[in-house]
């Protein structure tokens, strides 16, 4: 029965998977030039559904996009020229990884200043917690109390005020 059941979920898993987008009528002769084209199909978003790349998009433009690039290996341009092309022609949104320049400096390294951000927050606030606990325990921070005040807490104490 769990053979039955493994078996199940394994053809649900499959029949679930996305399908790829690309239409045999897109697919290019030579296999090389393909798999180039399918390589570059997957970094280059889809500007219609924006969260798929334009190989797993069904959406007309995406389609569009799949035979320009097909189109631009076959002419002969090497990978970058055809990221260029398509960068040139609809700026660095059309790219699902963006390149790091000057523009996307922050997008790349917010994570980062976010998580150090973090650590020196966590760093102040376990210090916070570390002082204010032996400021109540009377650690070594406390400092002994002068005669004089050590009179007026024993007048206060007695209630000889």
Not at 141 to 158: G, H, N, P
Request: charged letters at 25%; proline letters at 4%.
């Amino acid at each position: 029965m769990t053979a039955l059941r493994h078996l199940l979920v394994c053809l649900a898993l499959f029949i679930a998977s996305p399908a790829l987008a690309v239409l045999p009528d897109e697919i290019l002769n030579d296999p090389a030039l393909e798999a180039r084209a399918r390589a570059l199909s997957r970094e280059l978003r889809c500007m219609v559904c924006q969260n798929q790349s334009i190989d797993d998009s069904d959406a007309p433009l995406a389609r569009d996009l799949r035979l320009l690039v097909r189109e631009r290996v076959q002419a002969g341009d090497s990978d970058s020229e055809v990221m260029d092309f398509l960068t040139a022609r609809y700026g660095d949104f059309v790219l699902l990884n963006p390149r790091f320049n000057a523009r996307t400096a922050l997008l790349w390294s917010l994570p980062a200043l976010v998580l150090l951000g973090g650590i020196v927050a966590l760093v102040v606030f376990l210090r916070r917690q570390r002082s204010a606990q032996a400021g109540a325990d009377g650690g070594d921070s406390a400092q002994a109390l002068t005669a004089k005040e050590q009179k007026r807490l024993a007048e206060l104490v007695d209630g000889q005020i």
